[in-house]
C-alpha cells in the first residue's frame, strides 16, 4: 500500500500564518505594555503637591483677618511709650504779646532837614521791635499821633481836623523794623479843631520840632527839621 503523498502548504498559507503569530506577538507586547503602564499610573500620574495661596470669594468678614492681613503681635518692648502731655501745652499756638515801650523804639521822620519857602514837609514814623520775640502793635492811624512845635508853642496837630482813622493791628518779628508807607504832609499852618473848615495861618520861617506816637508809644526824641 502506498502512502500518501503530504501536499507542501501553499504561499498563500505561509504568508497567512506569519500574519497571525505577528498579529498575535503584537497582542502579547501591546498586552504587557498596558499592564505595566497600568501598574506605574498611579504613581507616575499622582499630582505633586504644591502649596498656593488659597483665594476666599466669599466677602471678608468684620474683624476677622485673613492669613495675608494678619501680622505678629508687636512685642511690648518694641512700642514706643506715648509721650506725656505737657501740663502747659494747650492745642493751640501761644498768644502772642502786645509790644510794649521798652521793647519798641519809634523815631520821628522828616522827607528833609530844610525846607525852602513854600515846601510842605512830609511826615513819617518809624518803629523798631528791640525784643527776641515778636508782639503785636496797632499802627493804625487811630492810634498815630504828629505834633509840630516851636519853643512851648504848639503849631499842628494830625488829629485836630483828622477825618477818618482806621486801626490796623500787625505782628512786629523780633528785630523788625517798619516805616510809615504814605507821609502826612503839613501845609505849614497853624491847626485847631476850631479852624479845620477855614483858612489859618502860615508858619513864620524858623525852627521847628517834630513829636510822634504810634500804638500808644511816644518816640523819645524829637525830630528837629528848618522852615525858610
Known sequence: MSTPTRRRPSPAVYRRRR?????????????????????????????????????????????????????????????PAAEEPDPGASGTAPAIAACSTSDITVLAVTDKDVYAAGEQPQLSITLSNNAATPCMINVGTATQSFVITSGSDTWWRSTDCQSESSDQVVQLAAGQTVSSVTPVVWDRTRSSVDSCGSSRPQAPAGYFHLQVSIGGIEAADTRMFELR
Open 19 to 79: 500574519l497571525v503569530a505577528l498579529l498575535l506577538a503584537v497582542i502579547v507586547v501591546g498586552g504587557i505594555v498596558a499592564l505595566v503602564l497600568a501598574l506605574w499610573q498611579p504613581r507616575r500620574d499622582a499630582p505633586v503637591s504644591q502649596p498656593t495661596p488659597s483665594v476666599s470669594t466669599t466677602a471678608a468678614t468684620p474683624g476677622a483677618a485673613t492669613p495675608a492681613e494678619s501680622t505678629p503681635a508687636a512685642d511690648a518692648s518694641d512700642t
